[in-house]
């Protein structure tokens, strides 16, 4: 099941996009995330989420496939609860606003769920994700 959003983070500065090349601060805008380690050029963190009637922690383990001062994507995949979600996070920014793409792909009991509960589920945290990196 293909997953989609998009929107735009207000800078406080055309300098502010820097925040976004750190992978701690990133990772820890996602809600239920605790800690953050390093494992070579990955990323690992431990959430957990509810999505309809499941609720569980999902390991999550991302890298920055590529970070410059105008760009940053992140590429990672979220596995537990009998799932995995493959995504891309995306952050380009545009004088003082960043515009984001965040795709995925849910796989296993997730998407057994149907589209309009876990889209509302996904939208859900991917609008927390955006309101915790604009106020970082």
């Given at each position: 099941?293909e ?7 207000d ?7 820097a ?5 701690e601060?990133v ?13 070579g050029?990955w990323y ?13 922690p999902m ?6 496939a ?9 590429v990672g ?6 799932s ?7 952050l380009i920014?545009?004088g003082v ?9 849910a796989?296993?009991?997730i998407?057994?769920?149907?589209k309009p509960?876990v889209d509302?589920?996904a939208?859900?945290?991917?609008d ?7 106020s970082?």
């Open positions: 099941m997953l989609r959003y998009e929107g735009y983070i800078l406080k500065s055309d300098a502010d996009f925040k976004f090349l750190n992978p601060l990772g820890k805008a996602f809600p239920g995330v605790a800690s953050i380690t390093k494992d050029d690992r963190a431990r959430m957990t989420i509810g999505i309809g009637g499941l609720r569980g390991d999550v383990k991302f890298r920055y590529e970070a410059s001062e105008n760009k940053v994507v992140v995949s979220a596995s537990g609860l009998q995995t979600v493959d995504f891309t996070l995306q920014k545009e606003r960043a515009h984001w793409v965040f795709v995925g792909n796989r296993g009991l998407s057994a769920l149907g509960i509302a589920a939208k859900s945290i991917v927390q994700v955006v309101r915790n990196l604009q970082l």
